[in-house]
Structures are given as C-alpha cells and as structure tokens.
C-alpha cells in the first residue's frame, strides 16, 4: 500500500475530528521550557524617618533566586527603577526580556515601630498589574518581612506557595567544644540560627508538628532514650510516657494530637501510636522482625515505616482504617526512612544503589523511582512544606552537612550552618 | 618473700578472674549493681546537664491583606494596530506560495500546526503549581501575517498561575512565522484555532 494512503488514513480521523467537530482547529501544548522565570525587584521606596537596616529587594531578590526557579535582574541593568504603577514604562522592562516586575513602598502606620510596604506585581508580557497586596510587619524585624513578600510573590507567580519564612531544625554537635549536643532551627538560608536545647547527652530525630508551634525529639538525658515534645512558643517541655527499651523516631499526626514513634517494650521494635490527651501507647504495628521509622500521612489515615520483614530493609505502608500492610519498595536490598511529600502522592527515601546511599523519590500509585542524588552517605531526608524542595544530611569529604536538591532534581543547594556534626534536619511547616 | 607476695597477687587474679566469669556465667549481677541504679536523672548527676531555650520561636504577627487582586484573565489585543495588519495583509498576499515538499492539505495543515505549537512550547515557562490533569483552552486570532490579534478564553485549568504562564506565551510569540500558506486554507484553518495546553506531567 502507498504510504500516503496509511499516513492519511491515519490522519484524517484526527483532523475530521478536530476540525468537524468543533469546527476549529486544535493544537496541543503539552510541553514547556525549563528557563527559569526572569524576575525584576525594583528597589522598594522608603518612605520613613530611620533609615533603612537592610534593603527589602536584596532579600526578596535572592530568596526568589535560591533554587534555580527565578533568575532576578540586578539594579545595575535595570533602565529604571519605579516605586509606583504610573512610574512603569514596560517597555524598559520588556527590552531586558523580563516576565514579572515587582516595584513598592514602606510606609510607617499608626503604631510606633511598624511599618507597612505596599507592592504590585506587573506582568509585563501582558502590561498590566496582576497583584497588589500589603504586608505589615515590625521595624526591627524587616528580614522576616522580606521572607514574607518573597513567599507570597512566589505563590502569585508559580502557583504553590513560597517557603522563604519556614525554618529548619537539625542536631549540632560541636567536635572541639565538650561535646554538647544542641537541637536548633534556623532560616532556609542558614541565617538566624537559634538553640531549642542543649544536652550532654545525644539528642536524635526533631520532628516540628503541623502547627510549626511544637517540636518532637528523643533524647538521651536520662540516660536512656525518651520521647519529648516541646512547646516552641512557650518554652515548655513534656515527656511522653517511658517504655522499656527503645523509645525513638517521633513523628506528629497531621492534626497534632497524636504521635506515632517506635517502641520495643515487646522484644522487638514495632511502631506504636501514642495518644497525647489520654497519656498511654496502642501498639498499632506486631511483627517478629523490626518495624520502625514511621511517618505520617498528611491525610492521616496511613503511615510509611521501613521494616525488613522480607528480610531486607525495605518500605511499607500500612492503612490504619482497614488494618493492612503493603509493600512499596522493590528496587534493590535498602529502602528506608521514607517521608510523605505534602500531597501524599509520593514519597522520598534513602536507596542503597552499588552500596552508596542516596536519596529517591516514588510515586505512591505508579510505583515510578527517580534516584535524585549521585553522592554517598545521603541520609534522613526532609521535604520543604510546598512539596518541591528536599534537604537531607549528607558529608562533603568528612565534613557533616545539609544539603538540598529540588524534586525534580534540576537544582541542588546546600545549607551553610555552623560548623561541627550536623544531621536530621526537619523541615518545619508554612507558619500561618 | 618476694615470691610470696608476687605469688599472693597472681591467685587473687586467678581468682577474681573466676569470680567474675562464673557470676557472668550463672548471671549473677551482684558485681554490676552500678546499672540498677537509674532511678537518679542524669540532670541530678552532672550539673547543667540539660539548657532549655524558653520561647526561641517569636510569633510577631504579620499582618496581611490583600487589598486587590486583579487578574480579570480576559485578552485583546490594542485593536488601533489591528486595521494597519489587515491592509498589511492584502499588500503581501500570501496567495500562490506554497511549500512544494508537503503533499496533502492535511499534511499541510499538521505540518503548521507543529509549527504553531513548537514557537509557543519555546515560550512557555511551566509554574510548578502545573500538573497531570490540568487543561486551559484559548481561542486564538491571526491575520494571514501570522500576527495574533486576539487570544479569547475560552476553557480556565482553575490554577491562576497557569492561566497566565499559558497566556504569557502565546503573548510572548507575538507573531507566528513561516506559516505560508495558501489564503483558503489560512481562512479555513488558521484564522481562528484553539490552544490547548495541557501538562503531561
């Protein structure tokens, strides 16, 4: 047969469909360009007495360019700098092939120390403004409130919302002091670090609740390990009730009233569910071999544990409602310490591939692995609160850090923080 | 005497040796009473053992209000250009020029459709809100130079991001080129079409 004759039997349906119809002709996009989108912050107008202790578009600009999504122009090669929407000429804009300008002012309000900066967001492709908004905030704290535009920007232009003024809490411990184990949090700049506690003794596995307020870990300070949660806003701590032997890995219910942890007052490790209203631990796992890190489905009604019943560590799901226990890891000899994304479609976990650990991520339904690092001891993986970002503890040469990639493993960063052992990082929430 | 006492030394070695194997091996733990006692917290033990930070995370609130959001997501182009394309268009006359190397209309028409979706592809930066599933429809105006003069919604994913990533590039191609083609099947086909875009991950 004549392949023109093939070829139009094979398109003639498409189009006698498209066009019939419909009456018009259909053309698909499924596909885009990873460019990232060019981004200008004009500086924000001051408009109070004290002059400024930082510049609002510095932080903005490099918030918004720290994971490779936007690439911000500088204020050198910018031909004009507007603080209002008539000051726009977006021709001066659009010569430097720029998709989104961000221009605003700070103003003082009412109340003494406070101010508030009003910002557009233009999209200059199409000329016109597509966002105003107003963020009010304290004069002495004008970097979380630059995190704070930076986060709302961020969700006006690519959907999700931005993770600029969430914190990370990890362990530290410092070689050449004494040896103290700190549990901190900082910016996801590595800035702002702060101390929750301090311990002679280890300190293992913060996790932050779903409210940001409260902060589970196990530590060692009585000499065995035990479960706490600590209150980040009052400072006040509880112990939950001590079993014998291993009480470790915490991991808080989406609605903060439950913990689920690992236990082994029964011989073997298993995962139990702790009820914080009531005080007292349901085993909510029973398996001759060792169950443990748990984690908790953002819906609730499931939780991942690594377990090597099958005689290698490998991952499992069990749903809590129906009492069943799945499988969900196949590839390889070592799958552990999985962590739900935010929208509970997928997973990330440490994979063992030619005997170096690295961190991959799986779709829950299809069972697709992407293996996103490429370095050797990648471990206790963290996802950030928007689901596009995970940080997980590694070693550059001997040295101990944190350091990140994006989930679609475009774009790695690493977090600087202070020097010394640091390990388990956890991502707190979005604080509302 | 010397001997006495180096002999003295060695049986209570030998002998201590004995003790401490034969309570292990019966596990007799009078020997290791130092574990049993854990009832004293290791705080009470070593001085500041343990430092709370009281109230590390500030709450200062940020109080945030939208005062307007504006985003009427509806296209037209500034029409004064409009009536200087359409003259534009009858001078060029794209009448008569065809490519020789396509054979059927149909084939033509795909062959430009490809070349319509590829120019607005290399213009469309994806939001990461995008995802499998997601469909918005535009309704897209040409004149025969393949300039847009309208792009109509006519279908929104329900994701604003998206709606204006999509829309940002079809703006963003401004005119579509290489689309010679005879004025019929302009008229027909390409005066009007619909764009669809519509993630595959």
Same mark, same amino acid.
């Given at each position: 047969?004549?392949?023109?004759?093939?070829?139009?039997?094979?398109?003639?349906?498409?189009?006698?469909?498209?066009?019939?119809?419909?009456?018009?002709?259909?053309?698909?996009?499924?596909?885009?360009?990873?460019?990232?989108?060019?981004?200008?912050?004009? %500086?924000?107008?001051?408009?109070?007495?004290?002059?400024?202790?930082?510049?609002?578009?510095?932080? /903005?600009?490099?918030?918004?360019?720290?994971?490779?999504?936007?690439?911000?122009?500088?204020?050198?090669?910018?031909?004009?700098? %507007?603080? &209002?929407?008539?000051?726009?000429?977006?021709?001066?804009?659009?010569?430097? &092939?720029?998709?989104?300008?961000?221009?605003?002012?700070?103003?003082?309000? =009412? =109340?003494?120390? $406070?101010?508030?900066?009003?910002?557009?967001?233009?999209?200059?492709?199409?000329?016109?403004? +597509?966002?105003?908004?107003?963020?009010?905030?304290?004069?002495?704290?004008?970097?979380?409130?630059?995190?704070?535009?930076?986060?709302?920007?961020?969700?006006?232009?690519?959907?999700?919302?931005?993770?600029?003024?969430?914190?990370?809490?990890?362990?530290?411990?410092?070689?050449?002091?004494?040896?103290?184990?700190?549990?901190?949090?900082?910016?996801?700049?590595?800035?702002?670090?702060?101390?929750?506690?301090?311990?002679?003794?280890?300190?293992?596995?913060?996790?932050? $609740?779903?409210?940001?307020?409260?902060?589970?870990?196990?530590?060692?300070?009585?000499?065995?390990?035990?479960?706490?949660?600590?209150?980040?806003?009052?400072?006040?701590?509880?112990?939950?009730?001590?079993?014998?032997?291993?009480?470790?890995?915490?991991?808080?219910?989406?609605?903060?009233?439950?913990? @689920?942890?690992?236990?082994?007052?029964?011989?073997?490790?298993? @995962?139990?569910?702790?009820?914080?209203?009531?005080?007292?631990?349901?085993?909510?796992?029973?398996?001759?071999?060792?169950?443990?890190?748990?984690?908790?489905?953002?819906?609730?009604?499931?939780?991942?544990?690594?377990?090597?019943? $099958?005689?290698?560590?490998?991952?499992?799901?069990?749903?809590?409602?129906?009492?069943?226990?799945?499988? &969900?890891?196949?590839?390889?000899?070592?799958? !552990?310490?999985?962590?739900?994304?935010?929208?509970?479609?997928?997973?990330?976990?440490?994979?063992?591939?030619?005997?170096?650990?690295? +961190?991959?991520?799986?779709?829950?339904?299809?069972?697709?692995?992407?293996?996103?690092?490429?370095?050797?001891?990648?471990?206790?993986?963290?996802?950030?609160?928007?689901?596009?970002?995970?940080?997980?503890?590694?070693?550059?040469?001997?040295?101990?850090?944190?350091?990140?990639?994006?989930?679609?493993?475009?774009? &790695?960063?690493?977090?600087?923080?202070?020097?010394?052992?640091?390990?388990?990082?956890?991502?707190?929430?979005?604080?509302? | 005497?010397?001997?006495?006492?180096?002999?003295?030394?060695?049986?209570?070695?030998?002998?201590?040796?004995?003790?401490?194997?034969?309570?292990?091996?019966?596990? /007799?733990?009078?020997?290791?009473?130092?574990?049993?006692?854990?009832?004293?917290?290791?705080?009470?033990?070593?001085?500041?053992?343990?430092?709370?930070?009281?109230?590390?995370?500030?709450?200062?609130?940020?109080?945030?209000?939208?005062?307007?959001?504006?985003? +009427?997501?509806?296209?037209?182009k500034d029409v004064s250009s409009i009536l200087e394309k359409l003259e534009l268009e009858t001078e060029i006359g794209i009448?008569?020029?065809?490519?020789?190397?396509?054979?059927?209309?149909?084939?033509?028409?795909?062959?430009?459709? $490809?070349? +319509?979706?590829?120019?607005?592809?290399?213009?469309?930066?994806?939001?990461?809100?995008?995802?499998?599933?997601?469909?918005?429809?535009?309704?897209?105006s040409l004149v025969p130079t393949g300039e847009i003069i309208e792009?109509?919604?006519?279908?929104?994913?329900?994701?604003?991001?998206?709606?204006?990533? !999509?829309?940002? !590039?079809?703006?963003?191609?401004n005119r579509f080129?290489?689309?010679?083609?005879?004025?019929?099947?302009f008229?027909?086909?390409?005066r009007?079409?619909?764009?669809?875009?519509?993630?595959?991950?």
């Amino acid at each position: 047969m004549n392949i023109d004759v093939i070829k139009l039997i094979i398109l003639f349906p498409i189009i006698f469909l498209s066009t019939s119809l419909l009456g018009q002709l259909r053309i698909e996009v499924t596909e885009g360009i990873n460019d990232p989108v060019r981004i200008a912050i004009s %500086p924000i107008g001051w408009n109070l007495k004290r002059p400024s202790s930082l510049y609002i578009h510095d932080v /903005i600009s490099s918030d918004l360019a720290s994971f490779g999504e936007f690439d911000s122009i500088s204020t050198n090669d910018m031909l004009s700098l %507007p603080q &209002k929407e008539n000051e726009v000429a977006y021709r001066d804009w659009s010569l430097l &092939k720029v998709d989104y300008l961000i221009i605003g002012e700070a103003s003082k309000t =009412e =109340e003494a120390r $406070s101010l508030e900066v009003n910002y557009s967001i233009l999209d200059v492709v199409r000329k016109r403004v +597509i966002h105003r908004a107003r963020v009010q905030g304290s004069e002495e704290d004008l970097e979380s409130l630059a995190h704070n535009m930076s986060d709302r920007i961020y969700k006006e232009i690519n959907g999700i919302p931005g993770i600029f003024s969430t914190k990370i809490a990890y362990i530290n411990r410092e070689r050449d002091s004494e040896g103290d184990y700190y549990l901190r949090f900082c910016d996801i700049n590595g800035k702002n670090d702060q101390i929750v506690l301090t311990s002679k003794e280890p300190i293992m596995s913060p996790d932050w $609740s779903h409210d940001g307020n409260n902060i589970a870990y196990v530590s060692f300070e009585d000499g065995t390990s035990r479960i706490y949660i600590q209150d980040l806003i009052s400072g006040k701590r509880k112990g939950l009730k001590l079993e014998n032997g291993i009480n470790s890995s915490p991991t808080w219910s989406p609605k903060g009233s439950h913990l @689920i942890a690992v236990l082994s007052k029964a011989g073997n490790p298993d @995962i139990y569910k702790y009820d914080l209203n009531k005080d007292r631990w349901i085993q909510m796992t029973n398996h001759f071999a060792i169950d443990t890190e748990p984690d908790w489905s953002p819906k609730g009604d499931k939780f991942l544990f690594t377990s090597n019943r $099958s005689g290698s560590p490998q991952i499992y799901e069990k749903n809590i409602s129906k009492n069943t226990v799945r499988r &969900k890891t196949f590839l390889g000899d070592y799958n !552990a310490r999985a962590r739900y994304t935010s929208d509970g479609r997928s997973f990330v976990f440490v994979h063992r591939k030619d005997g170096d650990f690295h +961190i991959a991520v799986q779709n829950i339904k299809t069972g697709r692995v992407r293996v996103l690092t490429n370095t050797e001891l990648d471990e206790s993986p963290t996802i950030s609160p928007n689901g596009n970002l995970i940080l997980y503890a590694t070693k550059n040469g001997t040295k101990d850090i944190l350091s990140g990639i994006t989930i679609d493993g475009s774009t &790695k960063f690493s977090l600087p923080t202070i020097s010394g052992e640091v390990r388990d990082p956890s991502w707190s929430p979005l604080f509302k | 005497m010397i001997n006495y006492y180096s002999g003295f030394f060695i049986s209570l070695l030998l002998h201590l040796g004995l003790l401490f194997s034969f309570s292990n091996y019966f596990s /007799i733990d009078f020997l290791s009473y130092e574990t049993n006692i854990t009832s004293i917290p290791a705080y009470v033990v070593y001085e500041n053992n343990l430092k709370i930070v009281e109230k590390p995370l500030s709450t200062k609130n940020k109080y945030i209000e939208v005062t307007k959001e504006k985003n +009427i997501l509806e296209e037209t182009k500034d029409v004064s250009s409009i009536l200087e394309k359409l003259e534009l268009e009858t001078e060029i006359g794209i009448l008569g020029i065809s490519n020789q190397d396509l054979g059927t209309d149909l084939e033509k028409i795909l062959f430009y459709s $490809s070349l +319509i979706r590829e120019q607005i592809m290399l213009n469309w930066k994806k939001p990461k809100s995008s995802k499998l599933g997601m469909q918005a429809e535009f309704i897209i105006s040409l004149v025969p130079t393949g300039e847009i003069i309208e792009i109509e919604i006519k279908k929104r994913s329900g994701d604003e991001a998206f709606d204006r990533s !999509a829309l940002q !590039a079809i703006n963003k191609v401004n005119r579509f080129y290489d689309l010679q083609m005879p004025r019929k099947m302009f008229d027909e086909n390409f005066r009007k079409f619909i764009v669809i875009f519509s993630p595959k991950e």
